[in-house]
């Protein structure tokens, strides 16, 4: 019996399945990290974050728990509205 969450994770990582699907999402879960970090860090809300992009907190809340997938345009806006840079490499 599984008894905790990495107990959990080990068993679905012995599963190819699994271990393919997480990989083609790992992108958007790192957009969704880079974007929770950088909100938190400037020390902002969703709601406040949404107001500095006139936009409304549930659509914050979807990029967040990767629900949606920020375009170029609003990751442009969104670094612009945290005064940062954005930087996009590939590896």
Do not use: Y
Not at 10 to 32: D, H, R, S, T, Y
Not at 43 to 59: C, D, I, P, W
Request: proline share 2%; glycine share 4%.
């Amino acid at each position: 019996m599984i008894t905790n969450w990495q107990e959990h994770k080990k068993q679905l990582l012995k599963n190819p399945e699994f271990v393919k699907a997480m990989g083609e999402v790992e992108i958007e879960f790192q957009i969704a990290e880079a974007i929770i970090k950088a909100r938190m860090k400037k020390g902002l809300t969703q709601k406040e974050l949404a107001k500095k992009l006139n936009t409304k907190q549930s659509v914050i809340s979807r990029l967040e728990s990767v629900k949606t997938i920020p375009t170029l345009s609003f990751l442009k806006r969104l670094a612009e509205a945290l005064d940062l840079g954005l930087k996009v490499e590939f590896c």
